[in-house]
């Protein structure tokens, strides 16, 4: 699940204004309509016949409420009195604290040029890391999903069962055999996955989903063939995850089981429609809990089969949810599925 970033860049324009003095011209004062006479002052082209009256015409500071006097800064339509004032407005960025003049704001992190460029990705939530972790298999992690990891196989059942009774909840369907949990490091993570794994990047496949059916033969010139009561199942996550991160992750694999499960007819689905679903479960179970930073990732993957797939998933689900996509796994004629999702 990879984090793709959106660039700000935090600027302000400087203006100055004036209030002048000139030779006296039958016009009339631009504020208060007088007539002008033997003097007059001009701001910004307007005439003045008064001080006072000219000072009307000067903006106030957005920030402090001062009128301005000479020169001031302009940004997104607001002016401000001095550089203090329209800093003050500015974001800070999230690892060195310093005000954000140039910087990268992604979901709703904002990080300055220097410290996302020069700070390590988190494996974990994709972020610039701040006070990084390196594991011994050397993933990256940042303080907080130091903090909050899921690092035991104790630990990850708890997470682990508490999505599946989410998922449950929200398809009103059981999965009658749940699926043995492992938690794997990056390198058996890259050895499972092999081809699947689309990055080299140290945000990359978090979760798998594995069905083994044996084979049987029956009788001595008997055919081989699937024998169903001895299928087994297997989702591997990966760990040191933040616990959040496991959870949906976990949704994710477990809607994979609980497709083969009740809607078998998609098993030769293209695979976009299956990633699609199961990211559709993930994003729903994001909602639910507001996890943003997940979600965002979610709808912004660029991915053919995860982000196309999720978006033309999410399309049919509509606002009748579960209710909507559930019609559809039972009535898509999944012959006509075109191999890559639909982006339109």
Avoid at 194 to 213: A, C, E, F, N, W
Wanted: charged letters at 25%.
């Amino acid at each position: 699940m990879s984090f793709y970033f959106s660039r700000r860049i935090f600027a302000g324009v400087l203006f100055c204004a004036s209030v002048g003095y000139a030779l006296p011209q039958p016009e009339q004062c631009s504020v208060c309509g007088a007539v002008l006479k033997d003097k007059y002052w001009t701001y910004n082209g307007q005439h003045c016949c008064s001080t006072e009256c000219a000072d009307k015409l000067k903006p106030t500071c957005s920030k402090c409420g001062k009128q301005i006097d000479g020169q001031y800064i302009e940004s997104e339509g607001k002016k401000y009195c001095s550089q203090k004032c329209f800093d003050s407005t500015l974001p800070r960025c999230e690892i060195c604290q310093g005000v954000i003049h140039d910087g990268y704001r992604i979901s709703h992190h904002n990080y300055c040029a220097h410290c996302m460029k020069n700070s390590p990705t988190c494996f974990s939530c994709g972020l610039p890391a701040s006070y990084p972790t390196e594991l011994p298999d050397g993933r990256i992690l940042c303080s907080t999903c130091r903090r909050w990891e899921v690092s035991s196989q104790e630990v990850a059942l708890k997470h682990y069962d508490r999505a599946r009774r989410q998922l449950e909840a929200w398809t009103q369907l059981q999965i009658g055999s749940v699926p043995e949990l492992k938690l794997v490091d990056r390198k058996e993570m890259n050895a499972l996955s092999g081809d699947l794994r689309k990055t080299d990047s140290p945000v990359s496949i978090r979760g798998l989903y594995s069905r083994q059916t044996t084979l049987v033969k029956r009788g001595i010139f008997g055919a081989w063939k699937k024998s169903p009561e001895d299928s087994s199942e297997t989702i591997y996550i990966i760990d040191h995850l933040h616990d959040e991160t496991f959870r949906v992750a976990a949704t994710h694999e477990l809607m994979h089981d609980l497709i083969h499960e009740h809607f078998q007819r998609l098993e030769n689905a293209p695979l976009w429609v299956h990633e699609g679903i199961c990211q559709q479960a993930a994003a729903e179970y994001c909602r639910r809990r507001n996890y943003i930073d997940q979600l965002d990732s979610i709808e912004t993957c660029t991915d053919p089969d995860y982000g196309d797939g999720y978006r033309y998933i999410n399309s049919i689900t509509g606002f009748e949810g579960w209710h909507a996509l559930k019609r559809w796994m039972e009535t898509v004629d999944v012959e006509s599925l075109p191999k890559r999702a639909p982006t339109h």
